[in-house]
């Protein structure tokens, strides 16, 4: 699967953007989806994680503390696209945002791990202005 994230632009603190990321190949069913961001100095980070339901587990969602509340990561199967809709945004908040997947069941204790996701699309820049 390749995936093509979109979505990125300038906003002002308090505002909101909603980030896609598109799949070809393969339905993102079969994966854990998710996010990850990078700001300029710092080390990547883990923002959001979506996997499906199957006969092993019930579906979810998960996220960083530090956007819990403010960011939802959705999907559309349909479209085989994974969103992040961002609302409240502060300037800690800009980076590039990635969105990845891996194939299998999701695994908590992993699932924030960038190194777990085999497959990462090209970045897109979220800026926050104060």
């Known amino acids: 699967v390749q995936l093509q994230a979109s979505g990125g632009g300038l906003v002002q603190a308090g505002g909101s953007l909603r980030l896609s990321c598109a799949a070809s190949g393969r339905s993102l069913k079969e994966y854990v989806v998710g996010w990850f961001r990078q700001a300029r100095g710092k080390e990547r980070e883990f923002v959001a994680a979506?996997?499906?339901?199957?006969?092993?587990?019930?579906?979810?969602?998960n996220y960083a503390d530090s956007v819990k509340g403010r960011f939802a990561i959705s999907r559309d199967n349909f479209l085989n696209t994974v969103n992040l809709e961002m609302n409240s945004l502060k300037p800690e908040d800009t980076a590039i945002y990635y969105c990845?997947?891996?194939?299998?069941?999701?695994?908590?204790?992993?699932?924030?791990?960038?190194?777990?996701?085999?497959?990462w699309g090209q970045g897109t820049l979220v800026t926050v202005s104060s």
């Open positions: 990845v997947a891996k194939a299998g069941s999701p695994i908590m204790s992993t699932m924030m791990i960038g190194e777990k996701y085999g497959i």
């Open positions: 979506s996997w499906a339901a199957s006969q092993w587990s019930a579906g979810g969602t």
